[in-house]
T-cell receptor, first 112, second 109 residues
């Protein structure tokens, strides 16, 4: 069966520091991969999605970037974090279009 | 792009009562409609979904109805229990999966 792993579970970073969040999927090939951010008590904001290695689409212009160096690996990065980057970051995968998205356990990021 | 409106934003019911959450969407090309449940601090989990060639789908106490003509779909939870308390998100799949703003359901024992 397919599983999705996300780490770390929690992260506290100072303003201006870099960020790297990693997500990996097991048990499937060529998944669609997604990064979402969720502010406290709010909905899901799609940040990036990828349909294949090296293919990244950005939904919201900001100081974050994403990369997909391998088929089942999706990385969310920033060179300099802002206070507004705080939130709950969720990675998700899906198969073909019109298949459900399955979420990882998320990373709770706090910026000080 | 797609616009998904979800109502109500909060819903409080007594244990045993029914709960209904409604979503409307704008993109007539949307043809897949999942519902997610998110408990506090946890990841969203798919609880039920429906495709555009079906008008209703039921799974034990949970049902979803879809009216493609009117572009709305609803989640129905019967015989609610305290463990149903969570935030529920509807979503529609057009070019991308677009989520509603969420409904915080509170089931009072």
């Amino acid at each position: 069966s397919q599983t999705i792993h996300q780490w770390p579970a929690t992260l506290v970073q100072p303003v201006g520091s870099p960020l790297s969040l990693e997500c990996t999927v097991e048990g499937t090939s060529n998944p669609n991969l997604y990064w979402y951010r969720q502010a406290a008590g709010r909905g899901l904001q799609l940040l990036f999605y990828s349909v294949g290695i090296g293919q990244i689409s950005s939904e919201v212009p900001q100081n974050l970037s994403a990369s997909r160096p391998q088929d089942r690996q999706f990385i969310l990065s920033s060179k300099k974090l802002l206070l507004s980057d705080s939130g709950f970051y969720l990675c998700a995968w899906s198969g073909q279009r019109n298949q459900p998205q399955h979420f990882g356990d998320g990373t709770r990021l706090s910026i000080l | 792009g797609e616009n998904v409106e979800q109502h109500p934003s909060t819903l409080s019911v007594q244990e045993g009562d029914s709960a209904v959450i409604k979503c409307t969407y704008s993109d007539s090309a949307s043809n897949y409609f999942p519902w997610y449940k998110q408990e506090l601090g946890k990841r969203p989990q798919l609880i039920i979904d429906i495709r555009s060639n079906v008008g209703e789908k039921k799974d034990q106490r949970i049902a979803v109805t879809l009216n493609k003509t009117a572009k709305h779909f609803s989640l129905h939870i019967t015989e609610t229990q305290p463990e149903d308390s969570a935030v529920y998100f509807c979503a529609t799949q057009g070019n991308m999966l677009t989520f509603g703003g969420g409904t915080r359901l509170m089931v009072k024992p």
